[in-house]
């Protein structure tokens, strides 16, 4: 009997594009309370024999209404990136109906960043080229990353000295102006309990806590900010396309560099996702980091 010939191709060495999912990773646990993120990371790890040549880090922030994170929702979305050739975190910070409000998600955020440059060797991270990409509340704390890097304000005990900063910042259909979303919106409809979650008890802080929640009031003329990349849905009911634009001509306005995207029709978060938008988030990855 003739048999077909059989196909041969070449080993992998290196084991480029295969990635291990390691999940509950405690980066801080500051008042009893552990934070965790989930890293997608190369095999090569695994195998000291194997060099790993550091990679670009993406911090990625699920949105959740500042509450606790839904760490698979993108985890399928998030492994295409780590084959490509990214260490890719999906962050978790504490919730604010747990007690825990405004600014503790910023502060965990920012823990986990300066957690990740800590372990930068361990986990084969370059951290010198870092992004932050998030989606809603979670594009809220990416812009707020990015414009606040290496405040005191927002630094905790841990991991004092290193940096948090960030390279580049891309925001999914997110609250830049909290003052006019949430407040206006919670206050008219007389429903003041979320309010109350997030900002704390003391409601004579309200407003000053609105306003710092804000990422359009962060930008000032003349200082320095990573690029920005912003994306929203022209149809958004939960967090309006106006709120991408006054962000985005607030950026441009103080000579920050910023690219804006609109969907057209889309609703916020559902039908706002497609390969096509997955496709320029990695553009604009590759271009800025």
Not at 64 to 76: L, M
Not at 214 to 223: A, F, I, M, N, T
Not at 231 to 255: I, R, S
């Amino acid at each position: 009997m003739q048999y077909p010939e059989i196909t041969h191709i070449a080993k992998n060495p290196t084991l480029e594009g295969q990635v291990e999912l390691k999940q509950n990773i405690v980066y801080s646990s500051a008042d009893g309370v552990d934070r965790v993120l989930t890293l997608f990371l190369p095999w090569s790890l695994q195998h000291p024999d194997i060099p790993t040549t550091p990679r670009p880090l993406i911090v990625f922030v699920q949105g959740s209404g500042w509450q606790t994170p839904n760490f698979d929702y993108e985890i399928p979305q998030l492994a295409a990136f780590a084959k490509a050739g990214y260490i890719v975190a999906t962050v978790g910070h504490r919730d604010i109906f747990g007690g825990h409000p405004y600014p503790a998600f910023l502060l965990d955020v920012k823990s986990a960043i300066r957690y990740l440059r800590a372990h930068a060797a361990e986990y084969a991270i370059d951290p010198d080229h870092v992004v932050i990409w998030g989606t809603s509340s979670g594009g809220n704390t990416a812009l707020l990353v990015g414009l606040t890097a290496n405040d005191p304000a927002y630094e905790s005990d841990e991991f004092q000295g290193i940096s948090d900063a960030v390279n580049a910042v891309i925001s999914c259909f997110a609250p830049t102006d909290v003052v006019n979303l949430l407040g206006v919106r919670w206050r008219n409809v007389g429903d003041e309990t979320f309010l109350e979650a997030a900002l704390g008890p003391d409601r004579e802080g309200w407003d000053a806590k609105l306003r710092e929640a804000s990422p359009v009031h962060w930008v000032q003329p003349g200082k320095t900010y990573p690029p920005f990349l912003l994306l929203h849905g022209t149809a958004d009911e939960v967090v309006p396309y106006e709120q991408m634009l006054t962000m985005y001509h607030k950026l441009l306005d103080n000579g920050v560099e910023a690219k804006a995207i609109a969907v057209d029709g889309a609703l916020h978060e559902h039908d706002f996702w497609s390969p096509t938008i997955y496709e320029m988030i990695a553009d604009f990855i590759r271009e800025k980091i």
